[in-house]
């Protein structure tokens, strides 16, 4: 069974500019998590989706949003990058009621300049 | 929303138990304990969880006081391919949605 895959794995971008992050589960999974990382910060929760509603969310302004379709993919979206966006952005997946564990992909690491 | 408190670092001996102590005072009853760990900035393993029992898996045992505000993860055999970064996590809401509380986490190092 194939795990996360998160697309690009590597990202430059300038300040002021926005970005997307992509996120395909494993087969099955229909809940989707955004994780970031950063070394002050450490992993910090961003948001979570399930059947293409956003149920859960963390403590991040405005420019950071998401969305799932209904193939469970999901899509994170930065927009007016700051310098302070430069992280690791994970994603996880997980069979909500079956399954506790949530299962991460290999991350997309953004800088920003 | 419960946080954990872990030793920044520690190390043992390739062989030897690791035991990893995590503080989660604030817990709620009905919040679970996880365990995850992250090599080289990987995307992070899932590794064991419990609620108010001890649990053991293939990969390591987890040990949760009576009150439930600590507990101790236990790798019996360590090798080198341990050495990472343990995360003692909170789970936050029920199964039907829910998010993780990653703490600071434990730089493990397994020595030779």
């Known amino acids: 069974k194939a795990g996360v895959t998160q697309t690009p794995r590597y990202l430059i971008k300038t300040r002021g500019q926005q970005v997307t992050l992509s996120c395909s589960p494993i087969?099955?999974?229909?809940?989707v998590s955004w994780y970031q990382q950063t070394p002050g910060q450490g992993l910090q929760f961003l948001f979570e989706?399930?059947?293409?509603?956003?149920?859960n969310k963390g403590n991040f302004p405005g420019r950071f949003s998401g969305r799932q379709f209904s193939n469970s993919r999901s899509e994170m979206n930065v927009s007016t990058l700051e310098l302070g966006d430069s992280a690791l952005y994970l994603c996880?997946?997980?069979?909500?009621?079956?399954?506790?564990?949530?299962?991460f992909g290999p991350g997309t690491r953004l800088t920003v300049t | 929303d419960a946080k954990t408190t872990q030793p920044p670092s520690m190390d043992c001996a390739e062989g030897r138990a690791a035991n990893l102590p995590c503080n989660h005072s604030?817990?709620?009853?009905?919040?679970?304990v996880y365990w995850y760990r992250q090599i080289h900035s990987q995307g992070p393993q899932y590794i064991i969880h419990?609620?108010?029992n001890n649990e053991t898996n293939e990969m390591a045992s987890l040990i949760i006081t009576e009150d439930r505000k600590s507990s101790t993860l236990i790798l019996p055999h360590a090798t080198l391919r341990d050495t990472a970064v343990y995360y003692c996590?909170?789970?936050?809401?029920?199964?039907?949605?829910?998010?993780?509380?990653f703490g600071s986490g434990t730089r493990l190092l397994v020595r030779p």
């Open positions: 996880a997946s997980s069979l909500l009621g079956h399954s506790y564990e949530q299962y």
């Open positions: 087969s099955g999974h229909r809940s």
């Open positions: 989706y399930f059947s293409e509603t956003q149920r």
């Open positions: 604030t817990i709620s009853g009905n919040e679970y």
């Open positions: 419990g609620l108010k």
């Open positions: 996590i909170v789970r936050v809401g029920g199964d039907s949605s829910y998010k993780l509380i």
